[in-house]
């Protein structure tokens, strides 16, 4: 069964960092391009940023909101994506999840996602 | 970037009626869509992706069609569980990939 646990939400003021992190299981981690949404509280869906498989170059794509501030990694020998976030802003505040890509490769559709972390940016 | 709007933002209906949720890309998208069922509290769930394909393990009574711009979620028979928020998503061009604002669907 596939599964996407996400960790390290919680309660950050603002300027300052946390990483989340995505533990994956019952798929080959690596074969798969994963990616992280958010949902603002009452609001709708916005895409943050995608992580590639190694065989398509690992490589990585943000949304403008969150370029320059965010870091998206994997570690394929622990199953795990993570997303860094720097500089954190109250607009930031939102559920995150961790989502894998719906083909493998990069199909950009989402076929399983996490249950979700919810980050809370305030002083 | 790739604007989608969906209509309505909300409705209401009964078990058992036909409902159709709209969304219209700014450009042209070849049928790069997917849609997402939401309930209170939980994570999307992934319905149909290239406009018309059935996630496996999601019920026939969900169905997509559509081309070019327009593109539309029938659900030809609601039950009690199919009341949620639902999106619609375009990946024709990414990033980003755009959401619409998601159509809330209520019981009457």
């Known amino acids: 069964e596939v599964q996407l646990v996400e960790s390290g939400g919680g309660l950050v003021q603002p300027g300052r960092s946390l990483r989340l992190s995505c533990t994956a299981s019952?798929?080959?981690?690596?074969?798969?391009?994963m990616s992280w949404f958010r949902q603002a509280p009452g609001k709708g869906l916005e895409w943050v940023g995608f992580?590639?498989?190694?065989?398509?170059?690992?490589?990585?794509e943000y949304a403008a909101s969150v370029k320059g501030r965010f870091t998206i990694s994997r570690d394929d020998s622990k199953s795990i994506a993570y997303l860094q976030m720097n500089s954190l802003k109250t607009e930031d505040t939102a559920v995150y999840y961790c989502?894998?890509?719906?083909?493998?490769?990069?199909?950009?559709?989402?076929?399983?996602w996490g249950q979700g972390t919810l980050v809370t940016v305030s002083s | 970037d790739i604007q989608m709007t969906q209509s309505p933002s909300s409705l209401s209906a009964s078990v058992g009626d036909r409902v159709t949720i709209t969304c219209r890309a700014s450009q042209g998208i070849s049928n790069s869509l997917a849609w997402y069922q939401q309930k209170p509290g939980k994570a999307p769930k992934l319905l149909l992706y290239?406009?018309?394909r059935l996630e496996s393990g999601v019920p026939s009574r969900f169905s997509g069609s559509g081309s070019g711009t327009d593109y539309t979620l029938t659900i030809s028979s609601l039950q009690p569980e199919d009341f949620a928020t639902y999106y619609c998503q375009q990946y024709y061009s990414t990033p980003p990939i755009t959401f619409g604002q998601g159509t809330r669907l209520e019981i009457k």
């Open positions: 019952g798929f080959t981690f690596g074969d798969y391009a």
């Open positions: 989502t894998r890509d719906g083909r493998g490769g990069s199909s950009w559709y989402f076929d399983y």
């Open positions: 992580i590639r498989s190694k065989a398509y170059g690992g490589t990585t």
């Open positions: 290239a406009a018309s």
